[in-house]
């Protein structure tokens, strides 16, 4: 991979000529911003720099997809060029290690196996009510231990939403995009897509990013959170469970 084009979808103000190049590195980045008023959320806005992405006529070795909280390591992208060599023109998707910097742990693997239909109605009912899921979030989800270490390469159900790689497979990127929920819920959407297109979604904790936790959602109240994680387990049960 000899650059990175990178695709800015813009939810907020309109970035000046400054802004937009202090984001470019040397040569590395060609920053192309795209202007998303509407603000349709992460998936949706992911889509819509895919699809301007098209217009350019240039084929791809990958397409990462990131939050804004996001910072690769040093050596991310000389590792990412040896992985996308190791699996040729194979399609698979990586969950990288995704170190985050409040927790000290690798939020990755993310979801190991598929969740059961019980689990996901057992996640409508924790959104559905607020001071549960308040009980939840001060007890039990901060209680949980870290995440256990996995060889690289280890196949698993789903990668965690906040960065994603996919290699090769072009021709699934954009289905692999369509989740038409605001926020929440990606990696799930994620792990029932490859299974649907038989992509494998591999760990590999050599290619490394740093979390700073969710500096765009973080600042959000607990009912929008709660409100857009029901809104997301609602599709996602009805999509793949309730069936």
């Keep these: 991979m000899e ?19 202090e984001i470019s590195t040397a040569d590395l980045f060609d920053v192309i911003v795209v202007e998303n008023q509407a603000n349709n959320g992460y998936f949706p806005g992911c889509l819509t720099g895919y699809t301007q ?44 290690s995704i170190v ?7 939020r990755n693997p993310k979801v190991k196996i598929r969740f059961s239909k019980k689990q996901m109605q057992k996640y409508l009912f924790l959104y559905r009510i607020p001071y549960l899921h308040s009980f939840y979030k001060k007890t039990f989800y901060r209680s949980k231990p870290s995440t256990a270490t996995m ?3 280890t196949e698993i159900y789903a990668p965690h939403g906040s960065f994603i790689v996919f ?3 072009e021709e699934y ?40 936790d969710h500096a765009s959602t973080g600042i959000e109240n607990e009912s929008f959170i709660r409100k857009h994680n029901l809104s997301a387990i609602s599709y996602l049960y009805n999509r793949y469970w309730n069936i």
Aim: proline content about 3%; some cysteine; glycine content about 6%.
């Design 167 to 169: 290699l090769s497979g």
């Design 173 to 212: 990127w954009r289905n692999m995009l369509e989740y038409p929920v605001f926020l929440f819920g990606e990696e799930i959407y994620i792990g029932e897509q490859a299974s649907k297109h038989n992509i494998s979604v591999k760990y590999h904790a050599e290619l490394k990013v740093i979390d700073s």
């Design 3 to 21: 650059s990175v084009d990178l695709y800015l979808v813009n939810n907020g103000a309109a970035l000046t000529l400054e802004q937009v190049g």
């Design 151 to 153: 060889a690289n390469g």
């Design 100 to 106: 985050s910097l409040s927790e000290n742990k690798d």
């Design 53 to 96: 992405s098209l217009t350019n006529g240039r084929q791809y070795d990958a397409m990462l997809v990131s939050n804004v909280d996001i910072e690769v390591a040093d050596d991310f992208f000389s590792q990412l060029f040896l992985l996308n060599a190791c699996y040729k023109q194979d399609p698979i998707i990586i969950a990288p």
